[in-house]
């Protein structure tokens, strides 16, 4: 293939267009699971207080309800220590299988509350080496 002036200058531009285009991106890399997303629904700290530890069901029957989880990643090991979400937070922490052997776990335990989710009996990890950083707030 011959060198073609024309169509080097024509991806220089558009190279240079894509990357304009991505300085207004958000910044992150690696997998995007790891990025961390506020997710935090306001409510002040009465409705809070009101609302924790009520049972979901109406007649018999969990109703359709919106997700309470504030932050992402919920996963123990993948948030980090510093995040901040952890400021002046009320925290859940609890294994991952609580969402499967409770149905309305969402209303009764994480609204309002950051969560932290893992198995500490399958994982290798330490977890209160750490979350031993908790005592700051």
Known sequence: MAY???????????????????ENAPAHGGCPGHRLINLR???????SDKNAFVSPMVGGFYQNMPSRLMQFPCQIRLLPPTAPCFENAKILIAADCTAYAYA??????MKGRITLIGCPKLDDFDYEARYFFAQRY
């Not at 629904?41 to 409705?47: F, I, V």
């Open 41 to 47: 629904r306001e409510e002040s700290a009465e409705e």
């Open 4 to 22: 073609n002036e024309q169509a080097v200058e024509e991806n220089k531009k558009r190279l240079a267009a894509e990357k304009k285009q991505g």
């Open 104 to 109: 309305g776990i969402h209303e009764s335990f």
